[in-house]
């Protein structure tokens, strides 16, 4: 390690040391919060990249920064069986870390550890899955970042990591180069830093720029060292582009797979009628790279925080086929599972008590991460998902299923055919699909 990469990782050090990240109290749990759970459960990119849905028993994940362990504890609440290893640079976050996952009783399936992401050749394992948040962005070069987590990556492993956005973030980036001149970003400065920063910008008048898109009351609070450190006061933050990420990866030799909120980012989405752009820019989208759609989204409304991607080994493996693209032949092989994260008692009584007073099941009030409206699914189709509650069902034995809820045609009264049930049933899934609520394997 060269002298400005050791003063890189000091400065991390410091900095985590004497304002460790999140300070979420101890008791605080995900358990009860399936869109965080659906984010970290590996089943979610994983049938993103293979369309394949995988077990997550004896799972080995990797928590590379894990700050103060609250990631950690939602990857092993969000992965059954699965054994978690956490490292950070600061000890102050890890022994943080390791109280927080002993009041969840988890000690024995999270192990943590000080060491530097740098290092991780040094433990000695290979990761089904490396979860990497909200550290990356601190590197002073990312794709050095992601060869350090890809070094400890299973060949069919996926990486999670997420980048500062240089558009949606670059008044905190102003506030920062402010302070920095003001000599408030030197080593071991928070302390008198923080109510320096509160003098300053309280004084300020309300009309000024900065003061408008940057502050907030609750910086003006007893308890704003934390959101003051991780903003304002950010020491090594750097903001990005779609195109820094995309130059990164391919200077590390890693295979985007996925933007983890993938739904908030289509550019479609972002006009009055989707599905009737102006025609010029339809066809350019058409043919356009994930890249470039990206980039297109970026600058026309760069709103997320975070460029929040999944990636892994590039593989000579073609891309699975979409379901749209699907024939019947491969339907009827099709295995039907329902998301891991919609399997509670809580959705199964709402299904059921969809069916029974014929109402809408509203899925998106279970899991709305993966979609940015609510979705009704119609009482019928909540009957047809009843069975998914007891395990993985095959396409044909969910078309016959249907054809016994659905016998007749309810306007001619005449049978429903096969042919006519194996349309509606993938017209259903296909809809389900889009937001992961069922996840839809081919046999190979
Ligand atoms: C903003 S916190 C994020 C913590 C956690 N991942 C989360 O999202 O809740 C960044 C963490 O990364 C750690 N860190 C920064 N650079 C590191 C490095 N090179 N190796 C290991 N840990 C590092 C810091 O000590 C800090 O705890």
């Known amino acids: 390690m060269d002298t400005s990469q050791s003063a890189f990782l000091e400065t991390m050090r410091r900095q985590f040391d004497f304002g460790p990240y999140p300070r979420h109290p101890i008791d605080q749990s995900p358990r009860n919060e399936p869109n965080e759970l659906f984010v970290y459960n590996l089943v979610t990119p994983y049938y993103l990249r293979d369309q394949r849905v995988i077990s997550t028993e004896g799972k080995l994940i990797l928590d590379a920064g894990c700050g103060t362990g609250y990631k950690a504890l939602t990857l092993a609440l969000a992965n ?89 973030r670059a008044i905190f980036f102003r506030a920062q180069e402010l302070f920095g001149l003001m000599g408030l970003m030197e080593p071991d400065a928070e302390e008198m830093a923080i109510p320096i920063v509160v003098e300053t910008m309280k004084a300020l008048n309300g009309g000024i720029d900065l003061k408008k898109r940057s502050w907030l009351p609750k910086y003006e609070t007893d308890d704003n060292a934390e959101a003051l450190l991780a903003n ?29 909120n993938w739904r908030h980012w289509e550019v479609a989405d972002l006009f009055n009628e989707p ?18 759609r990206l980039t297109l989204y970026e600058l026309l409304h760069p709103v997320h925080r975070l460029l929040d991607f999944w990636c892994g080994h590039p593989s000579d493996t073609p891309s699975p086929t979409p379901l749209a693209e699907w024939d019947i032949a491969t339907w009827q092989t099709a295995q039907v599972t329902l998301h891991p994260q919609l399997l509670t008692d809580k959705v199964r009584a709402a299904a059921t008590e969809a069916i029974y007073k014929r109402q809408p099941l509203m899925l998106s009030e279970f899991l709305n991460l993966p979609t ?26 969910l078309v016959d299923h249907w054809r016994t809820l659905r016998s007749v045609d309810w306007v001619t009264l005449e049978p429903v055919s096969v042919e006519a049930a194996q349309q509606q049933v993938i017209e259903m899934l296909s809809s389900l699909e889009t937001f992961l609520y069922v996840l839809v394997e081919p046999q190979p």
């Not at 599905?275 to 470039?292: E, V």
């Open 372 to 397: 940015l409206n609510p979705v009704p699914v119609d009482s019928g189709v909540a009957a047809l998902l009843l069975g998914l509650f007891n395990g993985p069902m095959a396409f044909a034995a």
């Open 275 to 292: 599905d009737n752009l102006p025609a010029y820019l339809a066809m350019g989208l058409a043919d356009s790279s994930i890249q470039d």
């Open 232 to 260: 304002h006061l950010l020491q090594g933050d750097k903001g990005y582009r779609i195109a820094d990420l995309f130059a990164a990866l391919q200077k590390a030799d890693l295979a985007f797979v996925s933007m983890l």
């Open 80 to 168: 059954p069986g699965a054994r978690v290893v956490g490292v950070d640079i600061s000890p102050k976050s890890v022994e943080l870390a390791q109280q927080r996952l002993e009041h969840h009783g988890l000690k024995d399936s999270v192990e943590l550890q000080v060491l530097a992401i740098e290092d991780l050749p040094q433990l000695g394992m290979a990761f089904d899955y490396i979860n990497c948040d909200e550290v990356l962005y601190f590197f002073d070069d990312i794709a050095r970042g992601l060869a350090a987590l890809k070094s400890v990556l299973k060949p069919e492993g996926i990486i999670r990591a997420n980048l500062h956005s240089a558009l949606q």
